[in-house]
């Protein structure tokens, strides 16, 4: 194996073609492990990088890769409870992987893993769905029920890793912006996806509600590259639907050359250019079929039986603190359990000053013992 989590080719075909002819992984299976070593990452014990089964947005199996990582404090390695944690949008290809981010060091997000680390929870990262491994590119970006069965599955792998006491602990989730759109749509997804799993509480920054908002929001300006980038990601998880028929020539260039490209790359090349300068309309979004795909991917479509904490920078101009605040609305209509804290600051600061209480609140719900709402369900 290579330094990144990405099996060769053959591998992914041999998954696809080993589909139909009657090999068929249940979700959370794993593929292929290997032991690693994390580097910069405090508190780390012995890790991992999985490769696992899934399922993608519309129930096509595919494999997924993910790191875990247990604490090296724990006396028994998996004994703690599991956190998935959902890193923020790195990229749609490349080298931009948690996994791979995580094995050389420069994870921007370590500091939230470490703390978790510390408190003797086993973290597991999920990469999500095209992004880690080769051929299955470029990633899903805010695509949510995809992002939500890469998370669900991802904690029924690590409860099944051989070299982990984890069969039976319980699970939380905790991610900020597209991580956090990742952690509510798991929430919603679990009670039918993944009943087996206790999932005893999430946490949630700066949640991506609308992703029709978002890019409204952001096209034409300095964040142009997200909107690009989302165009990209949704397209590739609705695949089976005409969603490129908007696009110009220039188009399909742009969206070729992108599809590799992380998150800074996004941001540099596509600043200030709208989507309407790839597309045969000048609001590409209000297409009929676009419009079905951002309606169909929104939040709170079903009902988290897990509490839900949610948390969000007042002044965060790239996803509006109101998004936030319509999500909790939605969530208290729904009679999620929830909790809310807003920041007097933007958006990366959010990420900072919001943290401590995510995983204060996470240890608050692992505490508590399973109900009749959460507890694992039996067949």
């Given at each position: 194996m290579s330094d990144r989590p990405e099996p060769p080719a053959s591998e992914v075909d041999e998954f696809f073609l080993g589909s139909?002819?009657?090999?068929?992984p249940r979700p959370g299976d794993i593929l292929r492990r290997r032991s690693i070593e994390p580097a910069n990452l405090e508190e780390a014990g012995r890790a991992f990088q999985l490769v696992y089964a899934t399922r993608a947005g519309f129930s096509a199996?595919?494999?997924?890769?993910?790191?875990?990582?247990?604490?090296?404090?724990?006396?028994?390695?998996?004994?703690g409870p599991i956190l998935v944690y959902c890193a923020s949008f790195h990229g749609l290809g490349g080298d931009c992987a948690p996994s791979h981010l995580l094995a050389s060091g420069t994870e921007p997000e370590a500091v939230f893993i470490s703390a978790a680390l510390a408190r003797g929870w086993t973290v597991a990262v999920p990469d999500g769905l095209g992004l880690g491994m080769t051929r299955l590119g470029p990633h899903q970006f805010l695509a949510g029920r995809a992002a939500a069965h890469a998370v669900l599955d991802l904690a029924r792998a690590v409860r099944a890793l051989p070299e982990l006491d984890a069969a039976d602990v319980p699970v939380v989730v905790w991610g900020y912006a597209?991580?956090?759109r990742a952690a509510v749509w798991a929430a919603e997804q679990q009670p039918h996806y993944a009943p087996e799993l206790d999932l005893r509480g999430v946490a949630a920054g700066a949640v991506v509600v609308d992703p029709g908002a978002l890019v409204v929001g952001v096209d034409g300006g300095a964040?142009?590259?997200?909107?690009?980038?989302?165009?990209?990601?949704?397209?590739?998880?609705?695949?089976?639907?005409?969603?490129?028929?908007?696009?110009t020539h220039d188009g399909e260039q742009?969206?070729?050359a992108a599809s590799d490209m992380s998150l800074a790359g996004l941001l540099a090349t596509y600043r200030d250019l709208p989507l309407g300068h790839?597309?045969?309309r000048p609001d590409p979004w209000n297409d009929p079929i676009w419009r079905y795909v951002l309606a169909n991917e929104t939040c709170a479509r079903e009902t988290s039986l897990a509490p839900v904490h949610l948390y969000h920078g007042t002044e965060d101009t790239l996803i509006p603190v109101g998004m936030g605040r319509q999500l909790f609305a939605e969530y208290r209509a729904l009679g999620v359990d929830l909790s809310w804290r807003e920041y007097p600051t933007a958006h990366r600061g959010a990420a900072q000053a919001g943290a401590g209480e995510a995983i204060a609140r996470l240890a608050s719900y692992l505490g508590r013992r399973p109900?009749?709402?959460?507890?694992?369900?039996t067949t």
């Open positions: 139909q002819i009657g090999f068929d199996p595919i494999p997924a890769s993910g790191t875990v990582i247990a604490p090296a404090t724990a006396d028994v390695a998996g004994s597209d991580g956090g964040w142009a590259g997200l909107a690009l980038a989302g165009l990209i990601g949704l397209g590739r998880a609705y695949a089976h639907l005409p969603v490129a028929h908007i696009l742009a969206l070729d790839w597309c045969e109900t009749s709402r959460s507890a694992p369900q």
